[in-house]
């Protein structure tokens, strides 16, 4: 069992940037998939980015490309989403995710949210 609790978000004038943590209690193997998905309020939550265990290999959502990077610290357990040039669109409640199986399509443990907002 993998619990996930996030850290970091707060209020951000636009322009700013924020680092969002998501330690893991219970081993975080290296080859689990980690993602950090957002929901806004009134909206679906909606996948902001991702990476593939083991391999490295990170992807981001075009909304977010190059602005965002997930990186990961498989010693200390947690996952990382440095958020850059924020924009009010990103205000959400960011959720980070664990997938046993990265080739699985369902994310098998869930955080519970950090609120991000972004004033304009």
């Not at 992807?59 to 977010?64: H, L």
């Not at 997930?70 to 498989?74: A, E, I, K, P, Y």
């Not at 200390?76 to 924009?87: E, G, H, I």
């Not at 519970?112 to 304009?120: A, K, R």
């Given at each position: 069992?993998?619990?996930?609790v996030?850290?970091?978000g707060?209020l951000?004038?636009?322009?700013?940037?924020?680092?969002?943590?998501?330690?893991?209690?219970?081993?975080?193997?290296?080859n689990y998939?980690m993602?950090?998905?957002?929901?806004?309020?009134?909206?679906?939550?909606?996948?902001?980015?991702?990476?593939?265990?083991?391999?490295?290999?990170t992807?981001?959502?075009?909304?977010?490309k190059?602005?965002?990077t997930?990186?990961?610290?498989?010693a200390?357990?947690?996952?990382?989403?440095?958020?850059?040039?924020?924009?009010p669109?990103?205000?959400?409640?960011?959720?980070?995710?664990?997938?046993?199986?990265?080739?699985?399509?369902?994310?098998?443990?869930?955080g519970?949210?950090?609120?991000?907002?972004?004033?304009?």
């Open positions: 069992q993998v619990q996930l996030e850290s970091g707060g951000v004038q636009a322009g700013g940037s924020l680092r969002l943590a998501c330690a893991a209690s219970g081993h975080m193997y290296s998939a993602g950090w998905f957002r929901q806004a309020p009134g909206k679906d939550r909606e996948f902001v980015a991702r990476d593939s265990g083991s391999d490295g290999r992807y981001t959502a075009d909304s977010v190059g602005r965002f997930m990186s990961r610290d498989n200390k357990d947690t996952v990382y989403l440095q958020m850059n040039s924020l924009k669109e990103d205000t959400a409640v960011y959720y980070c995710a664990a997938k046993i199986n990265p080739a699985s399509g369902t994310f098998d443990y869930w519970q949210g950090t609120q991000v907002t972004v004033s304009s």
